[in-house]
């Protein structure tokens, strides 16, 4: 008996068989199936009795061909059973949606009771709950299989585990016990989701890796008068991911190194300015050292304990730098254009029309040729928005582009007025010498310079108009984004909003460039952003062109 008993358990346990082909159990010293159709019809059955034992001839049977007996299909067996009718009939019926309507409300809740389904709500939804059933019959769930077993009175609690793999498939039988007739069944279903965390380092970049694993468990739970819950359950590892947090430094996560996207390309990557930006020119190299950084506010960033203007040139000893939205007054320049020690030559735009608002200017070691503060047009003019230095090797323009606002209301301002006004102007001077625009333009040109595209896509600044413009009026027109030249799958930020603490969790937006002519792009030699730098919502950004 045990031998058999072993026998039997270890061909239903090979990892080969499909559970589509119903297998025998060995009980006891009977062999018992799942296939209903060697069982004999449910009300022949009682509880006293039992199976014919196998003879050793069938023992010996057993030992040859293991686990392969095929049976038929539970939805053939079922309806057969139900309707009495030829496996003929129950093909029809399968496949005669028109039986099913033509059937009476009382027939359709009498059969679907029958076949262990809830028969509650009006006709419609009867015939729509036994047209599911045919369905997922057709096809061969495996959780059929164990509720036909249940349905004919089978008298075994079974428990399968099955887990997906690299698409690889396993069954297994985990538990079998005895039990008594089920007089009406039900299904439920519930998933659980795990998820398994481990975090290591890997060239000074910490990296997380993800797995999820989800189990979902069908359950067919009846009232017995005996019985217990038939269930099978299904564990699919259905996410394993690697994410780069961030590098660390001094112990601490540098929040910009993170991959922060909504839609990631399998390509792009964060930007890491300790790792991406190339070597210094060697000092023998003629260069220029340029940078570019909407304050939000010049005064407050001068009064904060944090980094500030002055701190920038210590640390960065730019040859220029361009400031936006300093929210000045012409009456306070004067006591601000020399806060920078060593950086005597300093221009300075202000806002007439509106008190405290926008706002330019362009700080420097050596005396440019020449100045021009706006565009010439005094409908532009009003709001310290532009001002051009001229050097001997390029025009140097530190812009400030309107920000069409809440609800779009000068959207159309800025891209029929300004942007084609901007345009056409630097086009000119671009005429005598090469051109570098730079500042808050005030446009995340693509889906990859900004956090969240598809949820912005009617904010300001990432409207399709918006970003249209920018690309007929500047790049269209011989104009090249430096930073995306040399970055072209990098994520890399300069704007991030106060609320929510976006700057926290890197999710930002690429408003501030440097737009350069093509004649001198080659000669770019840095593109780069300082997202390490605070005290205003936007950081710098910096260019290294060779002269």
Request: hydrophobic letters at 30%; a positive charge; charged letters at 25%.
């Amino acid at each position: 008996m045990w031998q058999a008993f072993r026998l039997g358990f270890r061909g239903f346990a090979t990892p080969s068989l499909s559970f589509a082909a119903a297998p025998r159990f060995w009980v006891g010293r009977s062999v018992v199936s799942l296939g209903a159709s060697e069982m004999g019809p449910k009300r022949g059955m009682s509880n006293s009795s039992r199976p014919e034992s196998a003879t050793p001839e069938d023992k010996k049977g057993k030992k040859s061909k293991g686990l392969a007996t095929s049976v038929p299909s539970s939805s053939t067996s079922r309806v057969k059973e139900i309707f009495g009718g030829s496996i003929g009939d129950v093909e029809c019926l399968k496949n005669d949606p028109a039986r099913i309507e033509a059937m009476t409300f009382q027939g359709l809740r009498a059969t679907l009771r029958r076949i262990g389904i809830p028969a509650k709500g009006r006709k419609p939804d009867l015939i729509s709950a036994l047209k599911g059933y045919f369905n997922q019959e057709t096809k061969g769930d495996n959780i059929e299989a164990a509720e036909d077993q249940a349905s004919y009175g089978l008298s075994e609690y079974i428990s399968v585990s099955k887990r997906e793999e690299n698409s690889d498939e396993n069954n297994c039988v985990e538990a079998i016990s005895s039990e008594s007739k089920i007089s009406r069944m039900q299904r439920s279903k519930r998933v659980k989701q795990s998820t398994k965390e481990k975090t290591m380092k890997v060239d000074g970049t910490v990296v997380r890796s993800k797995q999820m694993q989800s189990t979902e468990t069908d359950e067919i739970a009846g009232e017995m008068t005996k019985g217990k819950i038939l269930s099978i359950s299904k564990k699919r590892d259905t996410e394993v991911c690697i994410e780069e947090v961030g590098a660390e430094v001094n112990g601490t996560i540098e929040p910009w190194t993170v991959l922060a996207h909504k839609k990631p390309q399998k390509h792009w990557v964060a930007y890491n300015p300790r790792t991406m930006r190339p070597p210094p020119l060697s000092r023998n190299v003629n260069s220029v050292k340029l940078m570019s950084w909407n304050v939000n506010g010049l005064r407050a960033l001068l009064k904060m304990e944090g980094f500030s203007a002055v701190q920038l040139a210590q640390r960065e000893k730019f040859d220029v730098l361009c400031l936006q939205e300093t929210k000045l007054q012409e009456k306070d320049v004067e006591a601000i254009k020399d806060v920078i020690e060593g950086y005597e030559n300093s221009y300075w735009t202000c806002s007439v029309s509106k008190l405290g608002y926008s706002g330019t200017a362009i700080i420097s070691r050596t005396k440019p040729l020449s100045v021009t503060y706006g565009l010439g047009i005094s409908d532009h003019d009003s709001e310290g928005r532009l001002v051009t230095a001229e050097f001997d090797s390029f025009f140097l323009l530190s812009g400030y582009v309107p920000n069409s606002g809440d609800g779009l209301r000068r959207l159309m301002y800025r891209i029929k007025e300004w942007d084609p006004s901007l345009g056409r102007y630097i086009k000119e001077l671009e005429k005598s010498k090469p051109v570098i625009l730079t500042g808050d333009l005030n446009c995340a040109h693509q889906e990859i310079d900004i956090y969240n595209p598809a949820g912005n896509k009617r904010s300001a600044g990432f409207t399709i108009e918006e970003r249209e413009s920018f690309e007929t009026n500047f790049l269209s027109r011989g104009f090249v984004d430096t930073f995306r030249r040399q970055h072209p799958h990098v994520v890399g930020y300069t704007y991030w909003g106060y609320r929510h603490g976006a700057r926290k969790t890197n999710k930002g937006w690429r408003l501030d460039y440097f737009l350069v002519s093509e004649s001198i792009a080659d000669k770019v030699h840095d593109s780069y952003i300082l997202p390490d730098i605070t005290g205003s919502d936007h950081c710098p950004i910096g260019l290294i062109l060779k002269l």
